[in-house]
Every structure is written in C-alpha cells, then in structure tokens.
C-alpha cells in the first residue's frame, strides 16, 4: 500500500486545509493523539473509523487504504505496459502510458518518475530539450520535495543529473546531485553480503561479481576514450577487459556481458582503423558482430552456468531501464551505430564487409 491510515487522514486533512486543533476537537481528541496517529505511531480506535471518513465524506475502504490493495494491480499493468515499449525504444508511447496513468494514479512518485525518465530519453534533439525540459525539473521537484520513498528519491536524482550533464551541458549542477547520491559504503550491496547467510550471502557475492565487473568494464571503456589516452594504450585496456570477462565467465555464459564485448571489441577495430590496419579492423569488427548476434539470440531467461555466478539468472525483462541499449536488438545497434562511425570508411566498402553483415543477418548488403 501507498498509504498507511494515519498518513492517508493526514493528506485528506490538509488538502481540505483543516488544521489538527480543529480536527481533534470535532473528534473529541487532544491534539498530540492525532499527531500519533499521522506519524503512524497509533492507529486510531475502529469505532472513530465511520465518524472520521463521514467527515471527510470519503468511504471507510478509501480511508483504510483498502482502495489501494485493487490500485497496486491497475499501476502495475500501466507499469508493464511502459518497460515494454522502453524495451523496444517506443518512447512516444511510453510517455503517454504514464500520462495516462497519472490521470487516474496522479499522486503516485513511481509513475511519475517513470514519465520524468521517458522525457530525459526523449531529449533526442535541441528542440525537444527546449521542449522536455521544464517538465523533467518540475517532476524532479516534486517527487524531491513529496516523496518519502527513498528508491525512488534516489532515481529520480539519477535521471536529474543525467539530463544536467547530457542534455543541458550544465557540469555544475551534475556533479552537485551526484554528489548527494550515496557512496558504495553505504549502498545495498553493500550491506547484503554482510547480513545474509547460507545461499542468500553466497548469491548477494555473486550478484556483486557480476555488477561490479560491469561497472569495471564500462569504467574502462570511459577511461579508454578519454583524450588522455594514446591508441596503444586504449587498445591494451580493452583487451585486458576483455580477459578479465573470460575469466570470470569460463564457461561462456556472458549473457548482458555480450554488450560490453561488442563495444569493447569495437573501440579496438577502431583502434585498428586508425592505424591502417584493416586486418585487425576486420577482425574485431567480426568479434563484435559474433557478439550482437549472440546478446540477440540469447532466450528471455536463461541460468547462468559459470562458476562465480552460478546462483543468478539472467532476465533480459530485468535489465537496468537507463541502459536504454541493452533492451535494443544489439544487431540495429552495431549495424546502425557502429558500422557508419567515420572511422570505419576505410573499411566500409571492402567485400569482406559481406562477412560482417551476413554475420548480423541483413540480407540487403550491395556488394
């Protein structure tokens, strides 16, 4: 439930812009009860239960939350309906999911962080920043201001300092909202290997295996691109990231790891590219290929087998939403991309491009 009775007495009160002496007083209650009681440190007696919805002119079921019990059902099919169309990059449509789901739920922070994300991902061009925009700080206010769910605080802070950073070029502000954001001292994942035992610590381990070298391989992509770091230099880093996934997956089972390979694989065949090596290029243009298909063709659900990982399944349902990506066919994305990167004109028109598309499946090569 949203609302616990107290809390939900409360919001029925102040709406109504009646203050608690008053309150109290119709009831015949001191003050500090009914403070209680929108605190949630009581419960107010069954028997005011009548008295007080009559006065709110409200039912008992919607003062007891029992409303809530049949709205959880109705949020979460507006909240299926929207991963959906993010999976498949719909975001027209997913915006308007949780507009309409706002109408009928218009109070609920989950939903409107959802909107307030699909708006940061619809921030595709200079016009719908200009357009998008002041309804993403809006939002953001008001779940920052309103909203007493810490996971969804925290998201929502997520998507604000994203959308500082890449849609409004305003450095500052990012890094002063990542800033309020909480160190990994003191992060879930964290503490749950620390207070499990038995088969929940070993998979809360394994979960951290796999999300910290995630977060390593991604970190080492960003440091590979970064000015500062010479071709060699970047080349060796994205091979060394590489090893460590095969090491850590021996088996094979690289599941969500095949995007990371592919952009690692990539940043290489640039790398290649840019030296005159079209062998080398090749080469791992075709490794990244190999593992677009790979991601693709994986089932929805499917174990993981290596031995550092063995307790977790893969769901691609249940990848992070602001990995817009890795919810995309891989094969668009590296044809789309990657393949029409400047860097790769060397290469593009070469007949053994033939071999790269036939691997990614498009029928429509021109030789």
Same mark, same amino acid.
């Given at each position: 439930?949203?609302?616990?009775?107290?809390?939900?007495?409360?919001?029925?009160?102040?709406?109504?812009?009646?203050?608690?002496?008053?309150?109290?007083?119709?009831?015949?209650?001191?003050?500090?009860?009914?403070?209680?009681?929108?605190?949630?440190?009581?419960?107010?007696?069954?028997?005011?239960?009548?008295?007080?919805?009559?006065?709110?002119?409200?039912?008992?079921?919607?003062?007891?939350?029992?409303?809530?019990?049949?709205?959880?059902?109705?949020?979460?099919?507006?909240?299926?309906?929207?991963?959906?169309?993010?999976?498949?990059?719909?975001?027209?449509?997913?915006?308007?999911?949780?507009?309409?789901?706002?109408?009928?739920?218009?109070?609920?922070?989950?939903?409107?962080? /959802?909107?307030?994300?699909?708006?940061?991902?619809?921030?595709?061009?200079?016009?719908?920043?200009?357009?998008?925009?002041?309804?993403?700080?809006?939002?953001?206010?008001?779940?920052?201001?309103?909203?007493?769910?810490?996971?969804?605080?925290?998201?929502?802070?997520?998507?604000?300092?994203?959308?500082?950073?890449?849609?409004?070029?305003?450095?500052?502000?990012?890094?002063?909202?990542?800033?309020?954001?909480?160190?990994?001292?003191?992060?879930?994942?964290?503490?749950?290997?620390?207070?499990?035992?038995?088969?929940?610590?070993?998979?809360?381990?394994?979960?951290?295996?796999?999300?910290?070298?995630?977060?390593?391989?991604?970190?080492?992509?960003?440091?590979?691109?970064?000015?500062?770091?010479?071709?060699?230099?970047?080349?060796?880093?994205?091979? /060394?990231?590489?090893?460590?996934?095969?090491?850590?997956?021996?088996?094979?089972?690289?599941?969500?790891?095949?995007?990371?390979?592919?952009?690692?694989?990539?940043?290489?065949?640039?790398?290649?590219?840019?030296?005159?090596?079209?062998?080398?290029?090749?080469?791992?243009?075709?490794?990244?290929?190999?593992?677009?298909?790979?991601?693709?063709?994986?089932?929805?659900?499917?174990?993981?087998?290596?031995?550092?990982?063995?307790?977790?399944?893969?769901?691609?349902?249940?990848?992070?939403?602001?990995?817009?990506?890795?919810?995309?066919?891989?094969?668009?994305?590296?044809?789309?991309?990657?393949?029409?990167?400047?860097?790769?004109?060397?290469?593009?028109?070469?007949?053994?491009?033939?071999?790269?598309?036939?691997?990614?499946?498009?029928?429509?090569?021109?030789?």
């Amino acid at each position: 439930m949203e609302l616990n009775i107290g809390e939900r007495i409360k919001m029925l009160r102040t709406e109504r812009g009646i203050t608690q002496d008053k309150f109290a007083a119709f009831l015949g209650i001191e003050c500090r009860t009914l403070d209680h009681w929108e605190r949630g440190d009581e419960l107010p007696p069954l028997a005011l239960i009548p008295t007080i919805a009559s006065y709110f002119e409200v039912t008992c079921d919607l003062l007891m939350c029992m409303d809530e019990f049949d709205n959880s059902d109705k949020i979460r099919e507006y909240i299926e309906k929207f991963q959906e169309f993010i999976s498949v990059g719909n975001l027209a449509d997913a915006v308007g999911i949780m507009r309409e789901g706002l109408v009928h739920f218009p109070k609920n922070y989950r939903l409107k962080c /959802m909107l307030m994300y699909a708006l940061y991902l619809s921030c595709n061009r200079p016009a719908a920043i200009k357009h998008l925009s002041p309804e993403i700080l809006s939002i953001s206010e008001d779940i920052l201001s309103g909203c007493t769910d810490d996971a969804i605080r925290l998201e929502a802070k997520r998507v604000l300092c994203l959308h500082y950073y890449d849609d409004l070029h305003d450095v500052e502000h990012a890094r002063a909202i990542a800033r309020t954001l909480p160190g990994r001292s003191s992060s879930r994942e964290d503490m749950l290997p620390h207070v499990s035992e038995g088969e929940g610590k070993l998979r809360a381990i394994q979960e951290n295996i796999a999300a910290y070298l995630d977060r390593l391989t991604a970190s080492i992509i960003e440091y590979a691109d970064t000015a500062e770091v010479d071709g060699e230099t970047a080349e060796k880093l994205c091979k /060394m990231a590489l090893n460590m996934r095969a090491a850590i997956y021996p088996e094979g089972d690289f599941m969500l790891g095949y995007v990371e390979m592919m952009k690692l694989n990539c940043r290489i065949a640039e790398i290649k590219a840019a030296a005159g090596d079209k062998d080398g290029a090749f080469a791992y243009l075709t490794a990244a290929a190999e593992c677009a298909a790979c991601y693709d063709d994986l089932p929805q659900i499917i174990p993981q087998m290596s031995p550092l990982v063995n307790l977790l399944t893969f769901n691609k349902s249940k990848i992070d939403a602001l990995d817009l990506d890795s919810n995309r066919s891989m094969r668009e994305v590296c044809l789309n991309e990657i393949l029409t990167l400047d860097c790769f004109e060397c290469v593009r028109y070469d007949q053994r491009m033939s071999e790269i598309y036939n691997t990614l499946k498009i029928k429509d090569f021109i030789k």
